[in-house]
T-cell receptor, first 113, second 112 residues
Framework: KAGVTQTPRYLIKTRGQQVTLSCSPI?????VSWYQQTPGQGLQFLFE???????NKGNFPGRFSGRQFSNSRSEMNVSTLELGDSALYLCASSLGDRGHEQYFGPGTRLTVT | DAKTTQPTSMDCAEGRAANLPCNHSTISGNEYVYWYRQIHSQGPQYIIH???NNETNEMASLIITEDRKSSTLILPHATLRDTAVYYCIVRFPYNQGGKLIFGQGTELSVKP
């Protein structure tokens, strides 16, 4: 079974721009969660989508948004990029009903200059 | 979610058992204990989880004290590839959905 895939793997953007990251979950998984990892703050939960609905949301500004499609693929968008948005963005998928195990993708490394 | 406390770092000799402790004294009755690890620059990897009883799988064993206020993850025969940051997380499995609250974790170094 293929794992969680994230595209692109690396991205360089300029302050003020916007960016869209993509995540394809494991086949059959209906829940997709997004996390941001930085050296200073560690791993922080952004949001979770289940069956196209946002089910949980972390403590991030409205510039961070996401969506999930009917095939469970998910995208997250960051608008008006700031230098502090430079991070590894991780996507994780799970069956969703019980949420016992989350399987993480390799992440997208975003650098904002 | 209950707060967890883990040592910042630990060393272990290759081939020996690695015992990683976690304190979760505020855990409630329905919260599970989960362990994940993250090898440098990769996404976290699920290891094991448990509620009350000790659990074992092909990767590790999880020992939870009777009062559930602490637990220990055991890697029975540590290898160099087990060098990683290990996260102990406590959460509800159902109504919390996919939300994992990661602490700072324990950086385990397995040395030859």
């Amino acid at each position: 079974k293929a794992g969680v895939t994230q595209t692109p793997r690396y991205l360089i953007k300029t302050r003020g721009q916007q960016v869209t990251l993509s995540c394809s979950p494991i086949s059959g998984h209906r829940s997709v969660s997004w996390y941001q990892q930085t050296p200073g703050q560690g791993l922080q939960f952004l949001f979770e989508y289940f069956s196209e609905t946002q089910r949980n949301k972390g403590n991030f500004p409205g510039r961070f948004s996401g969506r999930q499609f009917s095939n469970s693929r998910s995208e997250m968008n960051v608008s008006t990029l700031e230098l502090g948005d430079s991070a590894l963005y991780l996507c994780a998928s799970s069956l969703g009903d019980r949420g016992h195990e989350q399987y993480f993708g390799p992440g997208t490394r975003l650098t904002v200059t | 979610d209950a707060k967890t406390t883990q040592p910042t770092s630990m060393d272990c000799a290759e081939g020996r058992a690695a015992n990683l402790p976690c304190n979760h004294s505020t855990i409630s009755g329905n919260e599970y204990v989960y362990w994940y690890r993250q090898i440098h620059s990769q996404g976290p990897q699920y290891i094991i989880h448990g509620l009350k009883n000790n659990e074992t799988n092909e990767m590790a064993s999880l020992i939870i004290t009777e009062d559930r206020k602490s637990s220990t993850l055991i890697l029975p025969h540590a290898t160099l590839r087990d060098t990683a940051v290990y996260y102990c997380i406590v959460r509800f499995p159902y109504n919390q959905g996919g939300k994992l609250i990661f602490g700072q974790g324990t950086e385990l170094s397995v040395k030859p």
